[in-house]
Every structure is written in C-alpha cells, then in structure tokens.
C-alpha cells in the first residue's frame, strides 16, 4: 500500500491518524489491509481501476446483505476511486477463524441462525446473486483438462488417468436436486470465511461467489473442509456426524441432499486442481490428491450411518 493511498485515506476519508497498515490475504484480484489508529480498526480492500465491475458488485453485494436482520457480515464504509484504483473500506471483525476445535453447539446454533435469515430473504430482483450451478459444467470442464493434460508425458497421464477414475465414480452418484427446493447460498464457505467475533457473534465473510443453488452445497462444503483439511489418512468421524446430526435437525435434509452436497464439494476439487495444473508438479502433491479423492466415499459411508 502507497503512502499517498494512506493520507488519502487518513485525510480525505477517515479524518483521522492511521498508526499502522497490516498487509493481509490477497484474495482473488484484491489486496487486503488492516488500518489502525489509536482507537479503530478497519478493513481496506484495494481493486486496480480494470476490476471496476467486481468492486462494484462486492459493494452491492455487503450493502445489500447487511440489511438483512440476523445475517453477520462486515459493512461497506466507504467506496472511493483513487490513484487508478478503488478502495473499499469495511469494518474490521476481531476474532477466530473457524476451525474443528472450535465446533461447539453454540457456534454450529449460530451458524444456522446466520443461515436462516440468508434462507428468509428476498434476493427476487437481485442481479448480483449469481445463477444456479450446473454440475454439467463442472463435468464438461474436467473432461476437457483430463484430455488435455492426459496428452503429456507418460508419468502425468497415468496419474490422471486415476484422477479420471475418480471423476467418473463422483459423477455416478450425484442425484437430481428439485429446483424448487433452490435458495441462495453463500457459495465458498471454507473455514476462512467465517469468523467467531469477540463479540460472539459467527460472521460470514467473503460473498463473491453468492448464488442459488440447494443448501446442502453449502453445508457440504463447510463440513468437510473443516475434517478433511490436513488429514491424510482419516478424518474426523466424530465431528462430521455431529455437524451433520445438528444441520440435520435444523433443516431436515437427507441423505441424497447430503450426497449431492458431498460430489459437489469433490467435482470442484478437481475442477480447481486440474485448472492450476500445479499438483501435477510433484508425485507427492498428486498422491496427496487422490488419497484426499479416496474420502469421497469413507464420507458418504459415515454420513449413511445417520439414516
């Protein structure tokens, strides 16, 4: 961050002193910064003047949602353009990010209340939620990157081959969801993207990728990316049915709900990993890869468990 970006800040937006600038995460195409001053921290998110549309939309995106009672998000304070760049200023959550030991009945309470009233609002004429995803799309882009990378060397289409396997074992199983059952969702809720508050409140962080679709993709998502991060051999059993024993309760959803849930969180893992191609730069990336694809199942047995 410049230093003319930090008067102008200090002089033209915040009207006051800024002690120091903590470089954070850079998330997709924004720089992320920590302000502080004696007695206020805030959150800057810094887009080059070419991602117009994204900071727009972002801007939208949290003005919007933060009007809807019993969600917890960050708030937009100010929009500036300035330098050939845009700078979003937002409230800065002091906290922990989520992690399986902090899964507790209260924090799993509060992450269903956030849910319902996401579930509850009206987001008819909102452009910025973007449309149901199609697991055809996700299917047609990992046929395309096996055949291509499947044309390299001997070693890299052996490895894909098994990579291959694994797609088509997903794609068997995944059910037919009735779009009437369609809501909107967060749409990448990684344990990063939520924060306990010191005021002890849960907070949904980053909404980019907000969309319709069913909520099973969602919970899905959030489940297994806190037990099966970091675990090679086995995961977490105990605490996977008792997230999906709570969110069962709470929202009746079934077992093809969660199977559905489950092949999507897998078909965009190799989605993702065959677009970057980087774990195919080293033997034990790709063998960590498909003994994490080796869980697909374990999960659906474990979950069935419950039914």
Known sequence: MKKKHKSFLQNEVLKTSVK????????????????????????LKVLEKQHKERAERLVE?????EKIKGLNTPHVLEFKEFDEKYLILMNFIEGEKL???????????????????????????????????????????IKKWVKKISNQNVFEKFLIGKVARHFEKISQTLP???????????GDTGPNNFIIGRDGKVYFLDFEM??????????????????????????????????????NDAFKLSYQDWVYG?????????????????????PRKVWLFLKHLQKHEKVLRAIQKLY
């Open 61 to 65: 995106i949290y003005q919007n949602l």
């Open 262 to 282: 489950t092949d999507i969180y897998f078909l965009r893992l190799i989605a993702r990993r065959l677009r970057s191609g980087k774990f195919l730069s080293s």
């Open 176 to 186: 037919k969801q009735n779009k009437k059952n369609q809501t909107v969702i967060h």
């Open 20 to 43: 120091s600038v903590h470089p954070l995460n850079k998330g997709g195409t924004s720089e992320n910064y920590m302000l502080l001053s004696s007695k206020e921290q805030w959150l």
């Open 210 to 247: 907000i969309r319709f679709g069913f909520l099973s993709e969602d919970l899905a998502q959030l489940v297994l990316s806190l037990v099966l991060q970091h675990s090679i051999w086995c995961f977490d059993e105990k605490l996977l049915l008792k997230m999906v024993r709570f969110f």
């Open 99 to 141: 992690k399986p030991s902090k899964i507790t009945d209260n924090v799993l309470q509060k992450l269903q209340e956030n849910y319902q009233a996401l579930m509850s609002a009206d987001f008819s004429n909102s452009d910025f939620v973007q449309p149901l995803l199609k697991p055809n799309d996700y299917k047609k882009e």
